[in-house]
DNA sequence: CGGTTATTCAACCGACAGGTTGAGGAGGAG
DNA sequence: CTCCTCCTCAACCTGTCGGTTGAATAACCG
């Protein structure tokens, strides 16, 4: 509850943090068949309802679900948008890892040059020694 | 080694927990640019190298990373494969999201509902099986 | 109105994650 | 051989997480 400016960063641990529980990956995959309230949602699951409010709390906290109001119910939605941030960061660093595999010879070449930080990444974090 | 591997449910629960942790996940970009030893990717933070060490452990449970052998060091390596898992995990949802969303006025009207958006989306009241 | 349904809030609790210190093992360097 | 470096293991502490029960709020139903 100490949310007042509200970073990428912050968020994309949010994201990560909820999709981390099975219980909540499992709601997500309920959500994208269509809308559904809170005790439909808990139905499946020997717990409490109040254990699934958290729950969905936690995916509303993290922006992957809303609710909306209909009478006593609070229908829980899917929301499409943070998944892009997640597949954004995801194949930053994916693509970055396949690239280094493929290009692993061609790599190993040109770290014979003692030049760090400057057109070759990879030789930055080769000649790093003396780093405090 | 444990090849065994019990469920991609599982996997899944640790990746996304390996990435819920912000300094993992400065890790993991750091580890995009170069392999890295434990001192190295330890050295930007304000704790302890045990500490550290623990959170490489759980990136390479995870299957994020992989451990090689230089002397008494042990450089760490970006693993590309666990990224396909997760992005094709969220794809799955985001699109079913997004479908849902820009099929929305079909719904609504298969739905016999006037009243868009907000109003009453209980429809998706019906029984629902176990989904996927 | 009183009663029921749907959901959340509050306080509490066991388990676990992430940090620390302290010790120990593997492998150069002198 | 001895020392020093790099790293991991073990025990311990602490805050957070997921769950529970109990009570409160909101809106419908009769």
Redesign the interface.
């Known amino acids: 509850m100490t949310q007042e400016g509200p970073m990428p ?1 912050d968020r ?2 949010l994201v ?2 909820a ?4 219980t909540r ?1 499992d709601i ?10 809170v005790n ?1 949602l808990a139905a ?1 699951y020997d717990v409490t309802v109040q254990a699934v409010s958290k729950q969905i709390k936690v995916l509303e906290d993290a922006g992957l679900v809303s609710r ?3 009478a006593q ?1 609070r ?1 829980v ?4 948008g943070v ?2 941030l ?2 954004k ?6 693509q ?3 690239e ?2 493929t290009r692993l010879d061609a790599v190993l070449d040109q770290l014979d040059r003692p030049q760090p930080g400057s057109a070759e ?2 030789a ?3 000649e ?1 020694g003396a ?2």
Chains 1, 2 share one sequence.
């Open positions: 960063q994309l641990t990560f943090s999709l981390a529980d099975p990956r997500v995959a309920r959500l994208a068949v269509g809308d559904a309230t439909q499946p909306s109001r209909d119910r229908p939605h899917l929301e499409a998944f892009d997640m597949t960061w995801i194949e930053r660093y994916r970055a890892a396949e280094r595999f990444p990879a930055a974090q080769r790093q780093a405090s």
